[in-house]
């Protein structure tokens, strides 16, 4: 099945995204945050690619096929081209499709540093071109910047890029995190103004601690509303009230979008079990 398939207007999409287990970890850590994560019953769960922009192993591959084949989920495996030639995509995108994975989120990914970018793909447009090219019947969705992407020269042509990813087959986004609902809103507006009709999930990341947040700013160049770096600073030295804090803010942004008739929402699970049942737990009636 494909993802945009299950927007049907009947219902908001609630969906989550893992990554695959860091080197020194074995792959089954996965499977046990995936046992917990199925009860949960999302619509559908995306596999993250050579995050940090490192060439992939086999793992997304292999988890995106387990989440469809083991736990009869939907799954997307997350892809990235800008760091490899045709013919390696094209390695995995036959692997993909012989382990019956149907849908991709395909991706430029970041460049790699001190590392020459490959020359064959230069956006995600033009792997999903490629992916059209080559005959694969994969859905296929698309990142979207509600703040802009980082690359960008201007708001303006960041959403003319989009539309060329969309027009080259994107068939729904999932946007870059956000801690301020006005902003998705706003880009929301203007993607539609600009011919965009697709569905777009909201991304929503639980901030657990002030490192990752720290990190995860630097990355993204996300703006952090006065609210949030307030809460930051208050429960910074208290990890379990940040944690629950975290997941408030979350709970909050999620209701507020869902009412405002969001397409669906994408909670970036870290991998964190307890995180994504206490933040499905209290917001499951709203789906
Ligand atoms: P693009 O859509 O190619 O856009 C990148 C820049 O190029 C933008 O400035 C855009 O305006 C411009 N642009 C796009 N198309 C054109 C065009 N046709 N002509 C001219 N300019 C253009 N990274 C990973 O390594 N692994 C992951 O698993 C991963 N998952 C992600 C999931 C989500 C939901 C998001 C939001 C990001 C994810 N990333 C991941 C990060 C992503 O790879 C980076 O943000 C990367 O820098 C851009 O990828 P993109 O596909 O959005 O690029």
């Known amino acids: ?49 050579g995050a940090s922009g490192s060439l992939m192993d086999n793992s997304t591959c292999e988890i995106a096929s387990a989440i469809r084949n083991k736990y009869g989920l939907l799954s997307a495996a997350h892809l990235t081209c800008v760091n490899s030639t045709e013919s390696e995509v094209r390695q995995v995108l036959q692997r993909l499709s012989e382990s019956g994975v149907e849908n991709i989120l395909a991706l430029r990914g970041d460049y790699i540093p001190d590392v020459a970018p490959k020359e064959d793909f230069k956006h995600a447009s033009d792997l999903i071109e490629f992916i059209k090219k080559e005959g694969y019947d994969f859905g296929i969705s698309g990142a979207c910047y509600p703040e802009g992407h980082l690359d960008s020269e201007n708001p303006v042509d960041d959403i003319k890029n989009l539309k ?81 804090a975290g997941i408030a803010y979350a709970v909050n942004q999620i209701v507020d979008l869902v009412s405002h008739g969001v397409d669906g929402i994408h909670l970036y699970t870290m991998n964190n079990p307890y995180i994504a049942r206490r933040i499905s737990e209290s917001v499951r009636s709203l789906f």
């Open 1 to 49: 099945m494909k993802i945009k398939d299950i927007f049907n207007g009947e219902k908001t999409v609630f969906s989550f995204e893992v990554f695959p287990p860091k080197r020194d970890n074995s792959i089954d850590t996965i499977y046990k945050t995936l046992d917990e994560l199925q009860d949960l019953k999302p619509d559908f769960i995306s596999v993250t690619y």
């Open 164 to 244: 060329k990813k969309v027009d080259a087959g994107a068939e729904h986004l999932i946007s870059q995190l956000f801690f301020d609902n006005r902003i998705f809103y706003d880009f929301v507006e203007k993607v539609r103004i600009a011919g965009i009709d697709v569905p777009i999930e909201a991304g929503i990341m639980p901030v657990v601690n002030k490192k990752q947040i720290e990190r995860m700013v630097s990355l993204c160049g996300a703006s952090l509303p006065s609210k949030f770096t307030r809460m930051m600073s208050k429960y910074e030295n208290n990890p379990e009230a940040m944690r629950d």
